[in-house]
C-alpha cells in the first residue's frame, strides 16, 4: 500500500488534454459571464431612450447587477464549499442565463433592475468557483498562466457583447441582446457532462473511485492500485466556513487580500465608466470613445497573461506589487497633456495593470487558500472588492460633479493603486502557515 500525494501528483503532472479541456469549458463560461455584465454598456443608449431615463437613474440600474454581483460571490463562494464546485459553477451558469433572457421581456425599469441583480447573483458566484477550479487541476508551473489565459474570456465576453450589439441592436432591438443569453443555455449539457468535480471535494466527501479516475486523466502515468492511499496537503475545514478564512495566521492575508481586491475594481471600473468622459473634456480628438475601451481591455488581457508567465517564473505576490505601482504612475500621467501614441500606451498600461491584475489577484488567492475553503475565501476576496466596483463609478461622478482639473482626477484613480501595492507587499512579506495533510483510502 503506498500513500499518493495528490497535490504533488498535480504539480507535477505534464500538461495534458484534461488540462486543455478544464480551462476550455471555464474560459467559455467567463466569456458568457463577461457577455451578461457588459451586455448593459451596450443597450444603455437604447433603454435610456426607450424610458425617458436620466444619467442618474441610468446608473442606479446599471449599479443593480453590481450589487448582485457582490451578494452572488459571497453566498455561492461559500456554498460551492459545501456541494461541489461543479454544482456551485452550474446553478449560477443556469441562473444568470436565466435571468438574462427573461430580462428581454422587461417592460419598465423595475423589472429590468430585479433581473439585473438576479443576473449579478449568478455572474458573481460563477467567477470564484471557475477561478478555483482552474486553479486547482492546473500544474504548479503553468497555474498562474493558466488561470490568467481562462479569466481572459471575460474580456472577450465584452468585447463579444459589442461586437453582437453593432449587428443585433439597429435590426432587432434591445431585447434581442438578452434573448441571444438562450444560446450559451444550451451548452449547460455539456458543460455538466465534461466540467469535472473538484478532486479535493471527492477525497473529502469521501468517493475516492471518482477521485481515482480524475486523477488518472490529470496524469495519464500516475498509477493507484487498489489499497493506495490518497493524501492531501489541505486544512479541513470546522465550523463556519467564513472563519476558517481568518484561522491558522491567515486573518492579515485575508485583510489585505480585501483591501487590494477593492482598490483594484475601483480603479477597474472607475476607468471603465469616466475614462471616455474625461478624455472628451480634455480635447482629445483621438477617436470614438470605443477606441480607448479597447485599448484598456486589449490591456488587460495583455497584463494578465504577462502578469501570469511572470508569476509562475518568479513570485505572484511581488509581480502584482509591481503592476500596482505601475497602475498608480500610468493612471496619474493621463492627466497631463499627451501625444496620441503616448495616450494610448499610458492606457494600455493602465489596462494591463488593473484589469490585468484583478485577474492576477484571482490567482493569487486561489492558491493562497486551502482546497476546503478555497471557493469561499475567492467568494469573500470578489465580493468584498464588487464594493470597489460600485464605489468607483460614483467616486467619478463625486469628482466630476465639483469640477476638479483633469490632472487631480486621474490622481484620485491612481491612489486606490498606491495603497493596493502597499496591502500587497504585507502580504508578500508574510508567512504562509503550513497545511495539514487530509488522507482517505483510495477503493477500486
Not at 219 to 235: F, K, Q, R, T, Y
Request: proline share 4%; net charge positive; with cysteine.
Amino acid at each position: 500500500m503506498r500513500q499518493i500525494n495528490v497535490n504533488q501528483a498535480i504539480d507535477n503532472a505534464g500538461f495534458t488534454r484534461f488540462h486543455w479541456m478544464v480551462m476550455c469549458l471555464c474560459a467559455l463560461l467567463l466569456i458568457f459571464d463577461g457577455y451578461d455584465l457588459f451586455i448593459y454598456g451596450v443597450v444603455l443608449p437604447s433603454l435610456m431612450q426607450e424610458w425617458n431615463l436620466t444619467p442618474l437613474e441610468a446608473g442606479a440600474l446599471g449599479s443593480y447587477a453590481l450589487f448582485g454581483m457582490m451578494f452572488g460571490a459571497l453566498t455561492f463562494g461559500t456554498l460551492a464549499d459545501k456541494i461541489g464546485r461543479k454544482k456551485g459553477i452550474a446553478i449560477c451558469f443556469l441562473l444568470f442565463s436565466t435571468a438574462t433572457i427573461i430580462n428581454g421581456f422587461a417592460s419598465n425599469p423595475t423589472e429590468f433592475g430585479i433581473c439585473r441583480f438576479i443576473a449579478g447573483l449568478g455572474c458573481g458566484g460563477l467567477m470564484p468557483n471557475a477561478v478555483a477550479l482552474m486553479n486547482e487541476y492546473a500544474p504548479k508551473r503553468l497555474r498562474s498562466t493558466l488561470v490568467a489565459i481562462m479569466f481572459s474570456g471575460y474580456s472577450l465576453g465584452g468585447m463579444l457583447a459589442a461586437g453582437v450589439g453593432i449587428y443585433m441592436l439597429p435590426r432587432f432591438g434591445w431585447e434581442s441582446m438578452f434573448f441571444a443569453a438562450a444560446v450559451p443555455l444550451l451548452l449547460l449539457p455539456l458543460i455538466l457532462w465534461k466540467l469535472p468535480e473538484s478532486v479535493g471535494f471527492l477525497v473529502r466527501e469521501g468517493r475516492t473511485a471518482q477521485a481515482t479516475e480524475v486523477l488518472s486523466k490529470v496524469d495519464p502515468n500516475l498509477e493507484i492500485a487498489h489499497g493506495d492511499v490518497l493524501a492531501m496537503s489541505d486544512s479541513k475545514a470546522h465550523g463556519v466556513a467564513v472563519l476558517e478564512l481568518f484561522r491558522e495566521s491567515r486573518a492579515l492575508r485575508t485583510l489585505c487580500l480585501w483591501v487590494a481586491f477593492f482598490c483594484c475594481l475601483l480603479m477597474v471600473y472607475a476607468l471603465s465608466s469616466w475614462l471616455p468622459k474625461l478624455m472628451a473634456n480634455a480635447s482629445y480628438s483621438l477617436g470614438s470613445s470605443l477606441t480607448f475601451l479597447v485599448a484598456l481591455n486589449l490591456g488587460g488581457m495583455a497584463g494578465a497573461i504577462l502578469g501570469g508567465w511572470l508569476g509562475d517564473r518568479y513570485n505572484l505576490g511581488k509581480v502584482m506589487v509591481v503592476f500596482f505601482v505601475a497602475a498608480a504612475v500610468s493612471i496619474s500621467l493621463l492627466g497631463f497633456k499627451s501625444a496620441p501614441e503616448l495616450l494610448y500606451l499610458l492606457i494600455f498600461i493602465a489596462g494591463a495593470t488593473t484589469i490585468g491584475t484583478q485577474i492576477l489577484l484571482y490567482a493569487g488567492a486561489a492558491q493562497f487558500y486551502g482546497l476546503s475553503i478555497r471557493s469561499t475565501g475567492l467568494g469573500w476576496a470578489s465580493g468584498v472588492g464588487r464594493n470597489g466596483a460600485i464605489v468607483g463609478p460614483l467616486l467619478g461622478g463625486a469628482l466630476m460633479a465639483i469640477n476638479l482639473p483633469l490632472q487631480l482626477n486621474f490622481i484620485a484613480f491612481a491612489i486606490p493603486g498606491a495603497v493596493a501595492a502597499l496591502a500587497m507587499t504585507v502580504f508578500t512579506l508574510s508567512n504562509r502557515t503550513k497545511p495539514q495533510v487530509v488522507v482517505l483510502t483510495a477503493k477500486a
